[in-house]
C-alpha cells in the first residue's frame, strides 16, 4: 500500500475530536496497515511547568517494563575494576583518556554515556561535544555513577531518559509496534507514572495539561486524561 493511502486510512480511524484511552490509542497503533520497518511509538506529554524556573525542572530516566524494543550501545568512562565491570555488563565502549580521545576524533557511535565519579574530570573535556547531544553523564540520570554494572544493564535493559523542553513538553519512545498491545500499554503506563512522580516542587495546579501517542508515520493520538490512574 502506498504511503498516501495507507496514512488516509490510518486518519480516518482516528477522531480528532475524541481523546482515547491508552489502551485504545494502541490499538489503533498496533492494527494499523504496517509499512516495510518496525515503527517506534512515541510519547508527548505536555506539563503545566515553567522551565525558566529551577524548581520547575523535569529530568530523570525510567525503565520500561517490556523494554524498548531496541537495544542502546553504551560507552563508559572507568578504569581497573570498575572497567571490567562495565564490560562484563555489556558496554560497548569503555575506557579513559583513550576513549576521550576516540570521542574527541569523532567517534560517537553510542546512545548513552557513563562515568564513575573519578573519571568526570575526564569526561568534562567533552562537554561541548557530548552536551549538546544529551550524553554528557549526570549523576541525577543516574550515569554518573560508582555502580557502572548495573547502569549499564539498565540502559541495555530498557532504560529510558526524559528531560522537558523549553516549552515544557516531553518526547519519549517507549516501544515498538511490533511489541504488541500488552507490553506498549506496561510501558506507556510506566512513562506516565515516572513523570508524575518526577513533579517539580513548582509545579502549580493541574501538572499533565495534554498527552498523546503516535507511531513513527502515523498521526497524534490524544490521551482522555481522566482515564489516567493517580
Partial sequence: MAYGKRLRKINEGVDKTKEY????AVNILVGADKPKFDETVDIAINL???TRHADQQVRSAV??????GKTLRVAVFARD???????????DFVGAE???EQIQGGMLDFDRCIATPDMM???????????????????????????????????????VQFRAEKTGIVHAGVGKVSMGAD???QNISAFIAAIKANRP?????????KVSVSSTMGPGIAIDLATLEG
Avoid at 201 to 209: C, D, T
Fill in 21 to 24: 484511552t491508552i489502551a485504545e
Fill in 121 to 159: 574530570a575526564v569526561v568534562g573535556r567533552l562537554g561541548k561535544i557530548l552536551g549538546p547531544k544529551n550524553l554528557m553523564p549526570n549523576p541525577k540520570l543516574g550515569t554518573v555513577t560508582p555502580d557502572v554494572e548495573n547502569a549499564v544493564k539498565a540502559a541495555k535493559g530498557g532504560e
Fill in 98 to 100: 583513550d576513549l576521550m
Fill in 63 to 68: 525503565s520500561l517494563p517490556a523494554g524498548t
Fill in 48 to 50: 503545566n511547568i515553567d
Fill in 183 to 185: 507490553n506498549l500499554n
Fill in 201 to 209: 516542587s513548582g509545579a502549580k495546579g493541574v501538572f499533565i495539561k
Fill in 81 to 91: 575494576d570498575k572497567a571490567e565491570l562495565a564490560k562484563s555488563a555489556g558496554a
